[in-house]
């Protein structure tokens, strides 16, 4: 973990923090919810990798992929992407089928099966994040949503400027 924690010299002193001393909480708290969401994930009644749930996601938001947008949206090579479809497709979470208009080409999308795990997986996700806003009091779950929404504005206006990180 990223915490700065121990004599008290290094603890918050409030919402004028310095961006760096800011940046570390905003680090611990990324770790926890990143931990959460793993254990959310792992408790479904299909038990996937990060990698599978992020390539069955993918597929979710842009049906009909070929191997290569696929990999190149996971950020992994081919051979890496068409074993990790072979796992997914013996699953029954997708299957691969041959484009209605280019021959040569084969379509990755996802099965009602598929649907089905990440629809059970997104639940398990809620409903652990919402025990755990659960036990913030009002003022602070409003303050933590104000808080990300000023984050979401702020990373929109440096991605706008060029200012943000190219990746």
């Known amino acids: 973990m990223t915490r700065l924690s121990g004599s008290g010299d290094d603890q918050s002193s409030g919402p004028g923090d310095d961006p760096l001393s800011v940046a570390l909480e905003i680090a611990d708290a990324v770790d926890g919810l990143a931990n959460l969401w793993s254990v959310a994930a792992q408790g479904a009644s299909l038990r996937l990798s990060p990698h599978q749930l992020r390539a069955l996601r993918v597929l979710e938001s842009e049906p009909g992929l070929n191997l290569t947008a696929l990999a190149e949206s996971l950020d992994i090579g081919p051979p890496t992407a ?40 997104a639940a398990r996700r809620s409903q652990a994040l919402a025990a755990v806003l659960a036990a913030m009091g009002p003022g602070e779950r409003s303050a933590l949503s104000g808080g990300l929404r000023a984050f979401l504005s702020a990373q929109d206006q440096s991605d706008k400027e060029g200012d943000g990180p190219r990746g």
């Open 82 to 121: 068409s074993r990790l479809c072979d796992r997914l497709e013996a699953a029954g979470l997708l299957e691969r089928l041959l484009h209605p208009h280019r021959r040569r080409e084969v379509q990755i999308v996802l099965t009602g099966r598929g649907r089905q795990v990440l629809n059970e997986v």
